[in-house]
């Protein structure tokens, strides 16, 4: 089992930066790959980004390439979803997700456990 704890959310202005972060916490030896997606009011809960199991590939939705970029710590079991260039369509609810084995997915109903969410908010 996951416990995931999403940090770092808050308004900000168009072309400004925030850093999310995602603490893990696990109770068994499973190995698992770490995700981000968002969803905006009325909307479905979409891709944002992930990376491989052994941290050396990442994968981001185009929408936010070349403007974000997932990292993690493994000391601290910790994921971070640094963005940058904000744009008022990111304005979204953030949520960190946990997909048990080596590979990584796009789709949200592929995720095994998520956290609560942080409110990323961008004005124009």
């Known amino acids: 089992q996951v416990q995931l704890v999403e940090s770092g959310g808050g308004l900000v202005q168009a072309g400004g930066s925030l850093r999310l972060s995602c603490a893990a916490s696990?109770?068994?030896?499973?190995?698992?790959?770490m995700h981000w997606f968002r969803q905006a009011p009325g909307k479905e809960r979409e891709f944002v980004a992930t990376?491989?199991?052994?941290?050396?590939?990442?994968y981001y939705a185009d929408s936010v390439k070349g403007r974000f970029t997932i990292s993690r710590d493994n000391a601290k079991n910790t994921v971070y979803l640094q963005m940058n260039s904000l744009k008022p369509e990111d304005t979204a609810a953030y949520y960190c997700a946990a997909k048990r084995g080596l590979t990584i997915s796009t789709k949200a109903d592929g995720m095994n456990y998520w956290g609560k969410g942080t409110l990323v908010t961008v004005s124009s």
């Open positions: 990376m491989n199991w052994s941290g050396d590939s990442t």
């Open positions: 696990r109770r068994d030896s499973s190995i698992y790959t």
